[in-house]
T-cell receptor, first 112, second 113 residues
Framework: NAGVTQTPKFQVLKTGQSMTLQCAQD?????MSWYRQDPGMGLRLIHY???????DQGEVPNGYNVSRSTTEDFPLRLLSAAPSQTSVYFC???????????FGPGTRLTVT | AQKVTQAQTEISVVEKEDVTLDCVYE???????LFWYKQPPSGELVFLIR??????QNEISGRYSWNFQKSTSSFNFTITASQVVDSAVYFC??????????FGEGTQLTVNP
């Protein structure tokens, strides 16, 4: 099993550009989430999904879109990048409510 | 709303010392889950432990131990005989609905040789 994979590992964007961060898992987990990590603020939930076709907002959803067309994939779209979105992004998956979340290696995004 | 507080931003110890990382949480639910994750300098997040709200037994895993006390809403983590490889940021997290984790701000532990 590859676990949770994320691409790219690093990305630099200019303000206003859009892009998609990819996340995939091969553990057949229903639950998937996106977090961002900023210095001194821990990890904050952006969006999450409890199964294919079902998504919901987390704590900091503005400026991001998600969709879940398959169990395996949960891409995160930045619609119009802003410097405030400079962060490290982690995708996670879990086998059940209350189960431990398995995290991907992260994507370091810089918006100039 | 759920909240996790890790009051210790940074801790520095000398190798072989014992160290306790504090975690205090807030929730209105009776069913919830508590977690600890480790983030070494390489940046990945490593799961350490999961505890549900109905299981207050303390747990020991090698040099690691966890003390869960519902009466004080705390879930503290102790490393016995710390080692340099324990240097990392440690996060406590709370989940009320399973798939949504709320993290504390993390404690940076530095173990000096």
């Amino acid at each position: 099993n590859a676990g949770v994979t994320q691409t790219p590992k690093f990305q630099v964007l200019k303000t206003g550009q859009s892009m998609t961060l990819q996340c995939a898992q091969d553990m057949n987990h229903e639950y998937m989430s996106w977090y961002r990590q900023d210095p001194g603020m821990g990890l904050r939930l952006i969006h999450y999904s409890v199964g294919a076709g079902i998504t919901d907002q987390g704590e900091v959803p503005n400026g991001y879109n998600v969709s879940r067309s398959t169990t395996e994939d949960f891409p995160l779209r930045l619609l119009s990048a802003a410097p405030s979105q400079t962060s490290v992004y982690f995708c996670a998956s879990s086998y059940s409510r209350g189960g431990e979340q398995y995290f991907g290696p992260g994507t370091r995004l810089t918006v100039t | 709303a759920q909240k996790v507080t890790q009051a210790q931003t940074e801790i520095s110890v000398v190798e072989k010392e014992d160290v306790t990382l504090d975690c205090v949480y807030e929730t209105r639910d009776t069913t919830y889950y508590l977690f600890w994750y480790k983030q070494p300098p390489s940046g990945e997040l490593v799961f350490l432990i999961r505890r549900n709200s109905f299981d207050e037994q303390n747990e020991i895993s090698g040099r690691y131990s966890w003390n869960f006390q519902k009466s004080t809403s705390s879930f503290n983590f102790t490393i016995t005989a710390s080692q340099v490889v324990d240097s990392a940021v440690y996060f406590c997290a709370l989940s009320e609905w399973g798939s949504r984790l709320t993290f504390g701000e993390g404690t940076q532990l530095t173990v000096n040789p």
